[in-house]
């Protein structure tokens, strides 16, 4: 049998990017003689194993033919004499139909390396027609690889559009969508994901309200890549994109991608926080009633995504800057007042009034 390192371990390591899983393919081999050696079965839909001591994944090269609609019309092969090229030739992208042998040769049969040069996401086959998974996992890729210049080649967006023109997005399941849009909310550039799929039609065919609130807010992209270099996570990032959604549509969305509850839960926060007149509105006398809020709630990580989403929607320069400021209104002291004769009721206005002079000086 013959091992390869394949696919995103292969792409990211000639992109010079750190590698994080490593996924491998075993030509000519049977199940019997994987299990002889200690690998351990795990492949459901088709042959895959866990090494005994890496618990790395060893699939066995295998064929893929589409002979019906949906996932179930799927016919994999995978006996030994299934080639390596035949295995990477089922792949999405040429990018990602890369293998690398032991000597630390590259095997390209696509021109994934050269598409690496040139930056571009292409299909490897118009074979990529037959899996609409594949319209999410490009969308997903120009988004995490945007900052390097990655686009999107023509025949590709067209083979993605055909898949949408069919109706194969109705075949996929929320739970393999919100795996893609979860990756996706977790990239530099968020919006990508999100402009590629209402580019090739797949953003109105899956969901038809989140698209027209997409092209009413263009402001959008700007902020999600700022939401994502202050690294919010992935719920808070799609709690952004459905700011201002109606509620029921919000839960619908996120009921069809089958995103988990906190999502929902961050949504609903989000949503208050943003409702709270202080927040669009530049005034100091509003940002310190909304800090006297927030002071109050009992959930610190409730306050610190308020704190970031201040940050986006209004013009403070960053989130550390603001929490700075809150900091330091919060440390200041009684005690200075009461030294001055303040009694009751003074003091705290005294107080609040420090606190303002304090926030207005940047706001
Ligand atoms: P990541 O770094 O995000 O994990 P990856 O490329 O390793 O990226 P995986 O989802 O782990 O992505 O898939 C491993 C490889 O399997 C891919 O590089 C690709 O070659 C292939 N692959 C996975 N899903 C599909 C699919 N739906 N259609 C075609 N090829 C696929």
Redesign the pocket.
């Known amino acids: 049998m013959q091992i390869y390192l394949?696919?995103?371990a292969v792409?990211?390591k000639l992109l010079g990017l750190p590698v994080?899983?490593r996924?491998w393919v075993v030509v000519g081999a049977t199940p019997e003689q994987m299990q002889a050696q200690g690998f351990k079965a795990v492949g459901k839909d088709f042959p895959v194993f866990l090494h005994p001591k890496t618990q790395e994944e060893y699939a066995l090269a295998r064929t893929e033919r589409k002979q019906g609609r949906g996932y179930k019309g799927f016919v994999v092969a995978a006996d030994p004499s299934v080639t390596l090229e035949e295995d990477l030739l089922?792949?999405?992208l040429t990018i990602?139909?890369l293998a690398e042998t032991a000597q630390g040769e590259i095997i390209d049969p696509f021109g994934g390396q050269q598409d690496l040069q040139q930056r571009l996401l292409r299909a490897v086959s118009p074979a990529f027609a037959e899996?609409p998974?594949?319209v999410l996992?490009t969308a997903r890729f120009a988004a995490r690889f945007a900052d390097l210049g990655f686009t999107l080649e023509p025949e590709t967006q067209a083979l993605m559009r055909k898949l949408v023109d069919q109706g194969e997005l109705a075949f996929l399941t929320g739970e393999r969508i919100w795996l893609e849009m979860d990756?996706a909310l977790s990239t530099s550039q968020p919006g990508v994901f999100f402009a590629v799929l209402e580019q090739v039609g797949a953003l109105q065919a899956l969901w038809p309200e989140l698209a027209a609130h997409w092209q009413r807010h263009p402001e959008l992209p700007g902020l999600l890549s700022k939401a994502a270099e202050q690294a919010l996570a992935s719920a808070q990032m799609l709690a952004l994109v459905l700011l201002d959604l109606p509620s029921n549509l919000k839960t619908h969305f996120l009921q069809q991608v089958k995103a988990p509850k906190a999502v929902l839960q961050q949504a609903e926060a989000l949503q208050k926080a943003s409702q709270h007149p202080g927040l669009r509105l530049q005034a100091a006398e509003e940002v310190l009633e909304l800090f006297e809020q927030l002071d109050s709630w009992r959930r610190p990580e409730l306050t610190q995504q308020t704190l970031v989403l201040l940050v986006l929607l209004g013009q403070l320069a960053s989130r550390q800057r603001l929490l700075e400021l809150l900091a330091a209104c919060r440390k200041l002291s009684a005690q200075p007042w009461v030294a001055q004769g303040l009694k009751g009721p003074a003091v705290g206005e005294a107080l609040r009034e420090e606190r303002l002079q304090l926030l207005a000086a940047e706001i």
């Open positions: 394949v696919g995103g792409r990211d994080k899983d996924d089922r792949r999405d990602n139909a899996d998974l594949r996992r990756k």
